[in-house]
Every structure is written in structure tokens, then in C-alpha cells.
């Protein structure tokens, strides 16, 4: 019962800024780590950035300085604000998430993604 949706994707040139958003619906008593990964064609998921529940954050060395990762622990809610966007920033984006449902245990959810392109 308990679901991530992403919304916000689209298709933007290159220089240009996106912001990507995710909120967690169902059972839930609390959310651990929460963030972003993202898959290109032909290539592995990778990590985005991520944000645990007390406010640290972890970002791939290649997004360092362009994106930034917020999240609102009372809405279940996670955000990615990404500028300065790259045609290697094309890529189906998912939202993540380690979730203590009510009632327990605790589990790890994905959204079903949402589909950024950088293209001129």
C-alpha cells in the first residue's frame, strides 16, 4: 500500500533547470534515507543524491554543485532541484526510499520513474 510518485520530468535544453519531486503515500511511520537514482539507456542505475531523515546528503561526483536534494520529513516529501542540466543528464529518474511502514517492518520503495531529457 505504500507508494512513491515522481513528477516534474520533461524535456529541457541544455544550461536549463528542472525540478523533480516525489511524495511517499500509504502506511507510514517514519522514512529513512530518501533520494534519487537515475538509469540512461544501456546503462546501470545510478545514485543521484540522497538525503537521510536528519538532513545529510550524498551526491554523485558528477552532479556536485548543480543539483540539490531537500526534503519535507512532515509531507514525506523529496525534491530535486537540478540546474545547469547536461545532455549526459538524460536519463529516467526514480525516486527511492527506506520506509518504516504502520505497521513495521522496514522496506525499500521505488517510484516508477520519471523521464528527464536534455536535448537542443
Known amino acids: 500500500q505504500v507508494q512513491l510518485v515522481e513528477s516534474g520530468g520533461g524535456l529541457v535544453q541544455p544550461g536549463g533547470s528542472l525540478r523533480l519531486s516525489c511524495a511517499a503515500s500509504?502506511?507510514?511511520?517514519?522514512?529513512?534515507?530518501m533520494g534519487w537514482y537515475r538509469q540512461a539507456p544501456g546503462k546501470q542505475r545510478e545514485l543521484v543524491a540522497t538525503?537521510?531523515?536528519?538532513?545529510?546528503?550524498n551526491y554523485a561526483d558528477s552532479v556536485k554543485g548543480r543539483f540539490t536534494i531537500s526534503r519535507d520529513n512532515a509531507k514525506n516529501t523529496v525534491s530535486l532541484q537540478m540546474n545547469s542540466l547536461k545532455p549526459e543528464d538524460t536519463a529516467v529518474y526514480y525516486c527511492?526510499?527506506?520506509?518504516?511502514?504502520?505497521?513495521?517492518?522496514?522496506?525499500?520503495?521505488w517510484g516508477q520513474g520519471t523521464q528527464v531529457t536534455v536535448s537542443s
Open positions: 527511492n526510499a527506506d520506509i518504516i511502514t504502520n505497521p513495521p517492518p522496514r522496506s525499500n520503495y
Open positions: 500509504g502506511s507510514i511511520l517514519s522514512i529513512y534515507d
Open positions: 538525503m537521510t531523515r536528519g538532513g545529510r546528503t
